[in-house]
């Protein structure tokens, strides 16, 4: 057993906004996976860039240190300053060693003005004197931390805090090379600007300057004081790459590069919200768009499914009112020239075709009526009227009335073949029979005023024809024309043969119809003043019996004659 779907018992508008609904939502969902999918790709791609960002900032950040570190190499190496602490410490508080400190000062000085994030230069002498030069002396450095960071350096540079202050500082040790004796004579500490050092090096933007530098997961400088803790940059000693972090109950991501050159880590942070600020724009303006569609498919597609069903509930009504046997026409509304207005007219036509069949099969039943109604009038008795034109007949001859005779033989014989023949279909032979019979008595009455002619060849004499076709066509043609001139009346009738069939006509020349009267007769409203049986109901028989193709037309003008033809299919027994 084949199952239905579950909305076969729907309305044609509920399938409608059904499938209006599920499109949307179908819609909306490669919509929202298409946006995660270019989402995690824009920020994949942010991520990288973030990270590239950092490998080329702390690329120059690192060059920049390593110039520091040559600058700070440069300054303990250099004969002149160490000469001037070599007499420093031999002559501390004599005039000597006064004028030598100036010229020390002026020396560093040099140095210090090569580069403007150069905060200060400061020697301590092994006197644990400090000598310090530049745009900011008032730096201070713990020189015991640093001695004891130097203690096993061998010389080497090494970079650490400033206490109090948001910078770092380069220190190593100065050794004396004169004879290579590599006397520890003294500390050199070179203090960096670090805000002034990032913003002449690296180029972030105002919105994206949180610029970190660690040190062994300590922090040696950051851009926003007091707001990092140096377990928020626990990472790998080597290489570089990004993460994200939640510090303080926001997240972050964590771009980190190390140096090539020292002991330092570099990191980058931004905001995951500046992230996802762009992609939560795209997701509002979705779901607004979603919202905004929603609404519409629903007012749209309830709007546009009533318009198409409320055309065919319109139609169902029409066809259970058919249905319940009213077969009125209802006016429908207008609608538009689609497939339901076609039904529409479809059922129109198809309404009328049936109203006009029930109107024909009407007519239909009261000719079968009224034919049989005179059928069974004329077959009262019928033998007591042959026997009366018999008795009729015979007196007539024993009184040598001939006429008389010959007129009651004729009628006899007339009636005989009308009546006693049951048949609707007879010969055109014996349809002439009666037609000759009919004659005869008429030509009694009239005499010479009527001319009758029959020209009809003995091949179509077995040719089927409805019975009373011509007769009455005859006397018609007598009544109407003979009746009504005083001249002779010609009345002749032929026959044909035509493409559809067989053609009979019967002219005559009287007075002629006028046109008004031609259109009563073919609807019936004119009815003929003899047998009673008009052309109307003749035309109507033939129609019945052959189709529409056949049947009787008139052709007559007032006062040149007329001729009714009639049309039959070819027949014969």
């Given at each position: 057993m084949k199952l239905k779907p579950f909305y076969s018992n729907f309305k044609i508008k509920d399938k409608i906004f059904?499938?209006?609904?599920?499109?949307?939502?179908?819609?909306?969902?490669?919509?929202?996976?298409?946006?995660?999918?270019?989402?995690?790709?824009?920020?994949?791609?942010?991520?990288?860039?973030?990270?590239?960002?950092?490998?080329?900032?702390?690329?120059?950040v690192d060059k920049e240190l390593n110039v520091i570190e040559d600058l700070s190499f440069q300054i303990s190496t250099d004969a002149v300053i160490q000469n001037y602490i070599d007499t420093i410490n031999r002559n501390k508080y004599t005039f000597e060693g006064y004028q030598t400190e100036s010229r020390l000062l002026e020396r560093l000085l040099t140095y210090a003005s090569t580069r403007k994030y150069i905060s200060s230069v400061q020697v301590i002498d092994q006197m644990g004197e400090k000598h310090t030069t530049g745009y900011n002396t008032q730096i201070e450095n713990d020189s015991?931390?640093?001695?004891?960071?130097?203690?096993?350096?061998?010389?080497?540079?090494?970079?650490?805090?400033?206490?109090?202050?948001?910078?770092?500082?380069?220190?190593?040790?100065?050794?004396?090379?004169?004879?290579?004796?590599?006397?520890?004579?003294?500390?050199?500490?070179?203090?960096?600007d670090m805000n002034n050092f990032v913003e002449e090096t690296l180029n972030f933007s105002p919105d994206n300057k949180d610029f970190v530098i660690t040190?062994?997961?300590?922090?040696?400088?950051?851009?926003?004081?007091?707001?990092?803790?140096?377990?928020?940059?626990?990472?790998?000693?080597?290489?570089?790459?990004?993460?994200?972090?939640?510090?303080?109950?926001?997240?972050?991501?964590?771009?980190?590069?190390?140096?090539?050159?020292?002991?330092?880590?570099?990191?980058?942070?931004?905001?995951?919200?500046?992230?996802?600020?762009q992609t939560?724009?795209?997701?509002?303006?979705?779901?607004?768009?979603?919202?905004?569609?929603?609404?519409?498919?629903?007012?749209?597609?309830?709007?546009?499914?009533?318009?198409?069903?409320?055309?065919?509930?319109?139609?169902?009504?029409?066809?259970?009112?058919?249905?319940?046997?009213?077969?009125?026409?209802?006016?429908?509304?207008?609608?538009?020239?689609?497939?339901?207005?076609?039904?529409?007219?479809?059922?129109?036509?198809?309404?009328?075709?049936?109203?006009?069949l029930i109107k024909e099969n009407y007519t239909k039943q009261l000719m079968i009526k009224e034919t049989e109604y005179k059928a069974l009038q004329a077959q009262i008795n019928p033998h007591f009227l042959y026997n009366t034109l018999d008795s009729i007949n015979w007196l007539a001859k024993?009184?040598?009335?001939?006429?008389?005779?010959v007129m009651a033989d004729a009628l006899g014989n007339m009636m005989r073949n009308i009546i006693s023949k049951k048949a609707p279909m007879i010969t055109i032979k014996e349809e002439l029979d009666i037609v000759r019979n009919y004659i005869t008595i008429q030509k009694y009455r009239y005499d010479k005023r009527l001319d009758f002619s029959l020209d009809i060849p003995e091949q179509y004499h077995n040719s089927q024809i409805p019975k009373l076709s011509i007769q009455p066509i005859v006397e018609n043609a007598i009544q109407h024309g003979l009746e009504e001139m005083i001249?002779?009346?010609?009345?002749?009738?032929?026959?044909?043969?035509?493409?559809?069939?067989?053609?009979?006509?019967?002219?005559?020349?009287?007075?002629?119809?006028?046109?008004?009267?031609?259109?009563?007769?073919?609807r019936g409203e004119i009815r003929s003043k003899s047998s009673g049986i008009g052309l109307n109901n003749i035309n109507e028989r033939i129609k019945m019996m052959f189709g529409d193709a056949y049947g009787i037309t008139i052709e007559s003008e007032a006062g040149k004659g007329t001729k009714v033809k009639i049309l039959l299919p070819y027949m014969t027994e």
């Open positions: 059904s499938v209006s609904l599920l499109l949307l939502m179908i819609f909306g969902l490669l919509g929202l996976i298409t946006y995660h999918y270019f989402t995690s790709l824009y920020e994949e791609r942010i991520y990288e860039e973030s990270a590239d960002m950092l490998q080329l900032s702390s690329s120059v015991r931390k640093i001695r004891r960071l130097l203690a096993d350096t061998q010389g080497a540079n090494i970079w650490t805090t400033i206490d109090g202050e948001n910078g770092i500082s380069s220190a190593r040790l100065i050794r004396k090379k004169e004879n290579l004796s590599l006397e520890d004579i003294g500390t050199l500490i070179i203090s960096i040190s062994n997961n300590d922090i040696f400088y950051q851009s926003s004081e007091g707001e990092w803790e140096r377990d928020d940059f626990s990472h790998k000693k080597t290489g570089s790459g990004y993460n994200t972090t939640e510090i303080d109950g926001k997240e972050y991501l964590i771009s980190y590069s190390h140096s090539q050159f020292s002991q330092l880590t570099y990191h980058h942070l931004l905001p995951y919200d500046n992230i996802t600020k939560d724009a795209i997701k509002i303006i979705m779901i607004v768009c979603f919202l905004l569609m929603l609404t519409l498919t629903i007012l749209l597609s309830r709007r546009a499914a009533k318009q198409i069903s409320k055309p065919l509930e319109s139609l169902s009504a029409r066809m259970k009112k058919v249905q319940d046997g009213d077969f009125e026409e209802s006016i429908p509304e207008d609608y538009y020239n689609d497939e339901i207005g076609e039904l529409h007219e479809n059922f129109r036509l198809m309404l009328n075709r049936i109203n006009e024993i009184n040598k009335q001939e006429k008389i005779s001249d002779e009346c010609r009345v002749t009738v032929n026959i044909s043969e035509k493409e559809e069939g067989l053609e009979i006509s019967v002219s005559d020349n009287g007075p002629g119809i006028e046109e008004d009267k031609l259109e009563g007769i073919y």
